[in-house]
């Protein structure tokens, strides 16, 4: 937020002061619900979960420099010169104050959601506005019922125009975010298996995904992957453009001559969109990487840039932390760390991106995918089937349900399979089987925490010669 005056803030979550006594012209910039992160002039925000309750660390907050904090209760004393903003229950806090703060911003917003690549295009889509344009977007991955509010929140006057990410577990959470951000775009980068736990079927998935467009304007354009074949059934359901982007030619934005540049490992392809036809080249990993940048152009052509802006603004693209981050050690061992989520899809492209590297051994360190409920044994075992077909040598399988996964490689004659129930249990083997000129993929759901197996490969594998 810019400097916003304690009244307003009130005004804005429906609260009650409890004490005046701070001086009249304060302002907060920002709030803040984590103590660790909590800098000075910070309005402190005390969250509940489960097991916790952040009401307890008010006083440390305050201690940290925070003007004061929101509370759900009256307290027992008041430390003069801080606020004290009463409010019936804090969770609702973050979207009360995004919403009206969000109302002063007459810029578009581009909302991003899909069962894969959703932090990928967000960045490809910022990189590429960013050309022309000053760039507001979700920082990280935070895209649920806190996340989208909080990132709304750090919107500044000179913003030009914003783009949300929105991830979802359950049916409504989409068209509850839609309604807070309320976006001129709305892109859709594929409807795969992730959640499927909660939403029955990947049919069921779409219905979620496309609550996107209850809160957009009938003229709004959908930019859709028209390679995914329940997406490409919704251009005679929607009533409003639709932008299709994909491999095919039959896409309203589509690609040419991809190829890999074996020096640089960047991609090169020619970009055939409703107005013009131009090489880009990519600065990153994957061939699925065209569909980002598909989409990025479609939104920059739909703000009116033009091929050379999109082409320049593809070169600034800059993945998100554990987003395929390419880390190159000593003896030519390259580590594909792609840690952060994990689905059926995301795992197939990630050992395809594995396969083409350019590394005489290929290891495929992969965890338990999450929230795939009784769908999950099978689609591990499909995921350990890919990791035969795309010729990697090593699998190294991680968790309770990563067991069908090391089951169906070997089944596949993958060279080298191993099974562990735990990362503390795979470590020292995974330092065994590490060697020079290899090429290590990375990958699990968020729960399995694998940046944890990232660190450790690093620490083990020295740095590469000056």
């Known amino acids: 937020m810019g400097p916003t005056a304690i009244s307003a803030i009130e005004k804005a979550v429906h609260?009650?002061?409890?004490?005046?006594?701070?001086?009249?012209?304060?302002?907060?910039?920002?709030?803040?619900?984590?103590?660790?992160?909590?800098?000075?002039?910070?309005?402190?925000?005390?969250?509940?979960?489960?097991?916790?309750?952040?009401h307890a660390f008010i006083d440390q907050a305050l201690e940290k420099g925070a003007v004061g904090t929101f509370?759900?209760?009256?307290?027992?004393?008041?430390?003069?010169?801080?606020?004290?903003?009463?409010?019936?229950?804090?969770?609702?806090v973050p979207r009360l104050l995004a919403q009206w703060y969000r109302s002063q911003f007459q810029i578009p917003f581009v909302a991003v959601t899909g069962s894969v690549g959703k932090t990928t295009t967000k960045d490809m889509i910022s990189a590429v506005l960013s050309e022309r344009f000053s760039v507001h977007k979700t920082p990280m991955n935070h895209n649920n019922a806190l996340g989208v509010p909080m990132a709304l929140l750090e919107l500044e006057?000179?913003?030009?125009?914003?783009?949300?990410?929105?991830?979802m577990n359950h049916a409504g959470e989409i068209h509850d975010l839609a309604d807070l951000v309320r976006p001129q775009v709305g892109v859709i980068t594929n409807i795969g298996d992730a959640h499927i736990e909660n939403l029955g079927s990947r049919?069921?998935?779409?219905?979620?995904?496309?609550?996107?467009?209850?809160?957009?304007?009938?003229?709004?354009?959908?930019?859709?992957?028209?390679?995914?074949?329940?997406?490409?059934?919704?251009?005679?359901?929607?009533?409003?453009?639709?932008?299709?982007?994909g491999v095919s030619p039959h896409n309203?934005?589509?690609?040419?001559?991809?190829?890999?540049?074996?020096?640089?490992?960047?991609?090169?392809c020619v970009l055939h969109t409703p107005r013009a036809t131009f090489p880009v080249v990519i600065p990153a990993l994957g061939d699925y990487m065209v569909y980002p940048v598909l989409m990025a152009a479609a939104v920059a052509e739909h703000f009116g840039m033009t091929a050379q802006e999109i082409a320049q603004g593809i070169l600034r693209y800059a993945p998100t932390k554990m987003r395929m981050n390419v880390v190159d050690r000593g003896a030519q061992v390259r580590i594909l760390d792609d840690a952060?989520?994990?689905?059926?899809?995301?795992?197939?492209?990630?050992?395809?991106?594995?396969?083409?590297?350019?590394?005489?051994?290929?290891?495929?360190?992969?965890?338990?995918?999450?929230?795939?409920?009784?769908?999950?044994?099978?689609?591990?075992?499909?995921?350990?089937?890919?990791?035969?077909e795309c010729n990697i040598n090593c699998l190294v399988a991680i968790g309770p349900l990563a067991q069908h996964m090391a089951k169906a490689a070997d089944a596949a004659q993958v060279p080298e399979v191993y099974w562990f129930p735990t990362k503390e249990e795979a470590l020292p083997a995974i330092a065994r089987l590490v060697r020079p000129n290899a090429a290590i993929l990375v990958k699990a759901s968020?729960?399995?925490?694998?940046?944890d197996v990232t660190r450790y490969l690093i620490s083990i594998t020295p740095d590469p010669a000056p």
């Open 157 to 167: 006057r000179g913003h030009q125009v914003s783009v949300i990410e929105m991830g």
């Open 71 to 92: 509370t759900m209760r009256e307290r027992d004393d008041y430390r003069p010169g801080k606020v004290y903003l009463k409010v019936q229950d804090t969770a609702k």
């Open 340 to 388: 952060y989520n994990a689905n059926p899809q995301s795992m197939r492209a990630g050992l395809q991106t594995l396969a083409a590297a350019q590394r005489e051994y290929k290891m495929a360190i992969l965890g338990d995918m999450l929230e795939l409920g009784p769908m999950g044994p099978s689609l591990h075992a499909a995921v350990g089937q890919v990791v035969g």
């Open 15 to 54: 609260g009650t002061l409890l004490s005046r006594d701070f001086p009249d012209d304060l302002t907060v910039s920002r709030v803040c619900y984590d103590t660790r992160e909590l800098e000075p002039g910070d309005l402190f925000l005390p969250l509940r979960g489960e097991h916790f309750d952040g």
């Open 252 to 268: 309203d934005y589509y690609v040419t001559g991809l190829d890999r540049d074996l020096v640089t490992d960047d991609l090169h």
């Open 446 to 451: 968020r729960g399995m925490r694998f940046e």
């Open 203 to 245: 049919e069921g998935i779409l219905a979620a995904k496309s609550e996107l467009f209850d809160h957009m304007a009938p003229d709004a354009p959908a930019v859709l992957n028209g390679d995914d074949e329940l997406l490409g059934t919704l251009r005679d359901r929607l009533a409003r453009p639709v932008l299709y982007c």
